[in-house]
Each structure stands twice: as C-alpha cells, then as structure tokens.
C-alpha cells in the first residue's frame, strides 16, 4: 500500500501563490493532483509521470500551476501562482501503481489517494 501525505495548503489573497507537497511511501508509476471546492465534485488537476517527468495539466490551471516530481525525496509538488476564488478547494494527491493510462482526467485509475490539504483564496 502506498500511504500518501499532502501538505503546504493555507490562505492566501488573490494572486498569490503556495506550493503543495505530496510524500509518498515510494515512488509510483503515476501520480496526480485533484481538487474539490464546497458543494462541488472532485476534479483533476495535474498528472506527471515520476518516471520521466511528462506531465499535464488541467485547462482552468495551465499557465498557473505546475506539478513536479522530486523521486529522491519520493515527492510530487504542485505550484500554484496568481491564485484566484475560484481555486479554493480541498487538494488531494493520489497515486497510481500499475501501469497504463497517467491522466487527471479519470479518478478511477488511481489507487491510492491522501487525506487533502486545504487551500481558501481570499478575494
């Protein structure tokens, strides 16, 4: 079992910036960054394959937020600048094993998943 820790959430005023931090028991074939905001489904926002670093992002964060992996450190990180309302959320990490498809387009393909860590943007 992979045992996930996200940390680095908190309040910021719009525009501002936090980098989130995932620790990972170990290093998986493919990890990930969801979100869920107040009365709101979860949804993806980045996916990066620790393997050899190719990552994606979801359209609403491009250009703002970008997910690394630090493998040594068995910790994936997700920078988030000039953050708006609209990115308050609960954050999760998750990660997925097996091989296969690495995209934040399906929760389903993860198997683990952490406990969140909280962002709130101020306007």
């Known amino acids: 079992e992979v045992q996930l820790v996200e940390s680095g959430g908190g309040s910021v005023q719009a525009g501002g910036s936090l980098r989130l931090s995932c620790a990972a028991s170990?290093?998986?074939?493919?990890m990930g960054w969801f979100r869920q905001a107040p009365g709101k489904g979860r949804e993806g926002v980045a996916a990066i394959y620790p393997g050899n670093g190719r990552s994606s992002l979801a359209a609403p964060v491009a250009g703002r937020f970008t997910v690394s992996q630090d493998n040594a450190k068995s910790t994936m990180y997700l920078q988030m600048n000039n953050l708006q309302p609209d990115d308050t959320a609960m954050y999760y990490c998750?990660?997925?094993?097996?091989?296969?498809?690495?995209?934040?387009?399906?929760?389903?393909?993860?198997?683990?998943w952490g406990q969140g860590t909280q962002v709130t943007v101020s306007p």
């Open positions: 170990e290093v998986s074939y493919c």
């Open positions: 998750a990660a997925r094993r097996s091989t296969g498809a690495c995209t934040y387009a399906s929760q389903m393909i993860f198997d683990y």
